[in-house]
């Protein structure tokens, strides 16, 4: 399979993404994340951070892309995701190239929907490498290469416990790191459209 930079790009965008904000008459969050891509060794890695422990994040600890909810002041959504992951990982996107969005998704947390949209931005920074952490938002950050999780490779279970009942999702399993949720949603649709 042809993961160049090129190829990544006219299939990201040989179909509209998914807009769940276009007509949504109700008062919604809006987020953003950053998909960033960089060539490895053996093909396109993906970075990917793990949240820090917070009592009152839903998504505490969990493995994510950088970003987060849009501020007023962000010009739009493309601009939350590039100014999140400078504050969280350090890394400057002005310079990446934009190949594209993925669809739209709605966040759930702890068994119930959100009242959040994110918004997935893909970008290619040949040249990227994470700067200073923010630790009060990032425990780390790592870049993963996509073929091995394209192939399913990597591909497990996360057993969950809610309300009592015992849930398993699927999952990917990242150098021991489990990607599950909302960021194993947003990879598989990524990697549905990358195929």
């Known amino acids: 399979m042809n993961l160049a930079k090129s190829s990544i790009r006219g299939r990201l965008n ?13 008062p919604v969050k809006r987020a ?22 917070h009592p009152r994040d839903p998504w505490s600890g969990h493995m994510a892309f950088p970003g987060g909810r849009q501020d007023p002041e962000d010009a739009d959504l493309l ?4 100014r999140e992951t400078l504050e969280e990982v350090g890394l400057d996107l002005g310079g990446a190239d934009l190949l594209g969005r ?3 998704l709605e966040a759930i947390a702890r068994g119930k929907r959100a009242g959040l949209v994110v918004r997935p931005f893909v970008f290619w920074a040949p040249a990227a490498e994470t700067g200073p952490f923010d630790a009060t938002e990032v425990a780390e950050a790592l870049w993963a290469p996509i ?6 490779e990597r591909d497990t279970t996360f057993p969950y416990e809610h309300e009592g009942r015992r849930l398993t999702f699927p999952a990917y399993d990242v150098e021991g790191r ?7 949603r947003m990879l598989t649709a990524l990697f549905a459209r990358l195929r």
């Open 178 to 184: 489990i990607v599950w949720g909302l960021t194993h």
């Open 147 to 152: 073929a091995p999780l394209l192939r399913g």
């Open 32 to 53: 953003a994340v950053a998909s960033v891509l960089r060539p490895g060794t053996g093909g396109p890695e993906v970075l990917l951070i793990r949240r820090a422990e």
């Open 14 to 26: 040989a179909r509209n993404p998914r807009d769940l904000l276009r007509d949504r008459k109700d």
């Open 102 to 104: 993925g669809d739209d």
């Open 79 to 82: 601009a939350t995701a590039q």
